[in-house]
């Protein structure tokens, strides 16, 4: 079965940096778009970054740019996002997801990622 497992959340002070993994198993990892979330105490979840599925394309949301960087390496079917720069309104649970079109969409358990001094 597919399974999303995030890990490398924690607590970290403003300015700090943390690098958030997802492995992924049960599906063609190498073959599809990875994608990061993150959702906010009382709001909404919120799309945080995607990459290709050669990992040759990536895109941010406008408020993370130039502080995050999403990669992947297909070998070890795994994803990461590399927070830097890191903000109190960074703070989050965040998850990670891939889109398997007609076998479903599916999300990790999501990891906590607290920006606070």
């Known amino acids: 079965q597919v399974q999303l497992v995030e890990s490398g959340g924690g607590l970290v002070q403003p300015g700090g940096s943390l690098r958030l993994s997802c492995a992924a198993s049960?599906?063609?990892?190498?073959?599809?778009?990875m994608r990061w979330y993150r959702q906010a105490p009382g709001k909404e979840r919120e799309w945080v970054a995607t990459?290709?599925?050669?990992?040759?394309?990536?895109s941010y949301l406008d408020s993370v740019k130039g502080r995050f960087t999403i990669s992947r390496d297909n070998d070890k079917n795994t994803v990461y996002l590399q927070m830097s720069s890191l903000k109190p309104d960074d703070t989050a649970v965040y998850y990670c997801?891939?889109?398997?079109?007609?076998?479903?969409?599916?999300w990790g358990q999501g990891t906590q990622v607290t920006v606070s001094s």
């Open positions: 049960g599906f063609t990892f190498s073959s599809y778009f």
């Open positions: 997801n891939c889109n398997l079109y007609v076998r479903g969409n599916y």
């Open positions: 990459i290709t599925n050669g990992g040759d394309g990536t």
